[in-house]
C-alpha cells in the first residue's frame, strides 16, 4: 500500500490504490486527491508491481495526469520487485502524460527496478533517481 508519511517539501503526496502488500489485504484501498492547479505531484507506491496489478496501478497514475500537473513523481521508496510485466504501468502513464508535457520521474528506485526499467526501455521517458528528485532540497 502506498505510504502515508507527511509530504516532503512543497510538492503533493498521494496514496495509489490498487498496490498489494503482504501484510493488508490485497483489495483495500486508499483514496488519493489531487488539486487542479497542482505542479508537481508524488504518489509513492509499495510492495510488487507485478502483472496482478500494473493495469490496475497504470489506471490510478493516469487519474493524477487529468488536471495535469508539470511534474508526476512516481516514489519507488518502498517497491519490493518490479516485474517487466508490472513495467507496463508507467507505459501508460507515460502516454497520458505525453500530451500536456508532463515529466515523469521515479525516484528512490532500487537497482532491481532500475535494471527493469532499464530492460524495458523506459530510461529514454522518464527520468529515474536511486534517491529524491531534482527538485527536493
Known amino acids: 500500500m502506498p505510504d502515508s508519511s507527511p ?5 503533493e503526496h498521494h496514496r495509489l490504490p490498487g498496490m498489494v502488500s503482504r501484510i493488508r489485504h490485497p483489495f483495500r484501498r486508499s483514496a488519493g486527491s489531487t488539486s487542479p492547479d497542482a505542479d508537481h505531484v508524488v504518489v509513492r507506491l509499495s510492495g510488487e508491481i507485478t502483472s496482478k ?5 497504470g489506471v490510478s ?3 493524477f495526469l487529468r488536471a495535469p500537473p508539470r511534474v508526476l513523481e512516481v516514489d519507488f521508496d518502498r517497491v519490493t520487485y518490479l516485474s517487466a510485466d508490472g513495467g507496463g504501468a508507467f507505459f501508460m502513464a507515460l502516454l497520458a502524460a505525453r500530451p500536456h508535457g508532463t515529466q515523469v520521474i521515479v525516484t528512490h528506485a532500487s537497482a532491481q527496478a532500475r535494471t527493469t526499467l532499464t530492460q524495458l526501455g523506459l530510461l529514454r521517458a522518464l527520468d529515474i533517481y536511486d534517491g529524491d528528485g531534482p ?3
Not at 509530504?7 to 510538492?11: F, I, M, S, T
Not at 496489478?53 to 496501478?57: L, M, S
Open 7 to 11: 509530504a516532503r517539501g512543497p510538492h
Open 53 to 57: 496489478n500494473a493495469q490496475d496501478i
Open 61 to 63: 497514475l493516469r487519474e
Open 135 to 137: 527538485d527536493h532540497a
